[in-house]
C-alpha cells in the first residue's frame, strides 16, 4: 500500500525559532497533499492543500506567511512553522491521496512543542 | 451549518462484545463516507469507505452502514478485542473541498 512517511516525529524548540516538517511518499507520486493540526481530543483541522509546483491552498485563518508550504517535487512537501510560539504547540500530521483520489494516506505525525 | 458528529467521545465494552459507533452529519451531501483508525501520537490509518448508494459495506470484523436518508454511518467492530482499542474518526467527502473529519470516537476494549 502507500506509505508516507514524516519527520521528525516530535520536536521541542524555543519561541521564535522555526521548524521544518517534512512530509514524502515513498512509493508512489503524490500531486497533492494535506497537511492538518490536531489538538488533544479534536479533530484534525484542513490547514493547507499543497501541491507541487504551484502555491498551496490555505484555509481560512491559517495564516500562510507563519505556516510556509512547499511541494517542490511529487514525492516531497514541507511545512515550516515560522517563528513558532507556544500556542503552535500541536500534533501536525501530513496526508496524501492514494490512487483513485478518495482514500487518503497519513504520515504518522509531528508533535510540536514550543517552550 | 455544516457538522459531523460523533456522537460519543469515549467508548467502553467488554472484549468479544461488538462494538457499535455512530457519525451524523447535517448540511452534507456526502458521495462517500469513511472511517479511520487513530492510535495515539501517530496518523490515521484508512479502514472503510462506503459510497452513498452502498447500504453496507464489511471488512473482516468490520461492517460500516451509511443511511443518507438519516445522514448516519455506524461503524461496527464485531468480537471486539483489546487490540481493537483506539480512536475511530468518521471522514465524508464535501464536493470539491478535502474530506472533512469528525472528533472521533474514543473505543477502549477491557478483557
Known amino acids: 500500500g502507500a506509505v508516507v512517511s514524516q519527520h521528525p516525529s516530535w520536536v521541542i524548540c524555543k519561541s521564535g525559532t522555526s521548524v521544518k516538517i517534512e512530509c514524502r511518499s515513498l512509493?508512489?507520486?503524490?500531486?497533492?497533499m494535506f497537511w492538518y493540526r490536531q489538538f488533544p481530543k479534536q479533530s484534525l483541522m484542513l490547514m493547507a492543500t499543497?501541491?507541487?509546483?504551484?502555491?498551496?491552498?490555505?484555509e481560512q485563518g491559517v495564516e500562510k506567511d507563519k505556516f510556509l508550504i512547499n511541494h517542490a517535487s511529487l514525492t516531497l512537501s514541507t511545512l515550516t512553522v515560522t517563528s513558532a510560539h507556544p500556542e503552535d504547540s500541536s500534533f501536525y500530521i501530513c496526508?496524501?491521496?492514494?490512487?483513485?483520489?478518495?482514500?487518503?494516506?497519513f504520515g504518522s505525525g509531528t508533535q510540536l512543542s514550543v517552550l | 451549518s455544516q457538522k459531523i458528529e460523533q456522537n460519543s467521545e469515549a467508548l467502553n465494552i467488554q472484549e468479544g462484545k461488538t462494538a457499535t459507533l455512530t457519525c451524523n452529519y447535517t448540511?452534507?451531501?456526502?458521495?462517500?463516507l469513511q472511517w479511520y483508525r487513530q492510535d495515539p501520537g501517530r496518523g490515521p490509518v484508512f479502514l472503510l469507505l462506503?459510497?452513498?448508494?452502498?447500504k453496507e459495506k464489511r471488512k473482516e470484523r468490520l461492517k460500516v452502514t451509511f443511511d443518507t436518508t438519516l445522514k448516519q454511518s455506524l461503524f461496527h467492530i464485531t468480537a471486539s478485542q483489546p487490540a481493537d482499542s483506539a480512536t475511530y474518526l468518521c471522514?465524508?467527502?464535501?464536493?470539491?473541498?478535502?474530506?472533512?473529519f469528525g472528533k472521533g470516537t474514543r473505543l477502549s476494549v477491557i478483557a
Open positions: 499543497s501541491n507541487e509546483g504551484s502555491k498551496a491552498t490555505y
Open positions: 512509493d508512489f507520486q503524490a500531486t497533492t
Open positions: 462506503i459510497r452513498e448508494n452502498e
Open positions: 496526508s496524501a491521496i492514494g490512487q483513485g483520489g478518495e482514500k487518503l494516506f
Open positions: 471522514a465524508l467527502d464535501s464536493g470539491n473541498t478535502p474530506l472533512v
Open positions: 448540511n452534507y451531501s456526502p458521495a462517500y
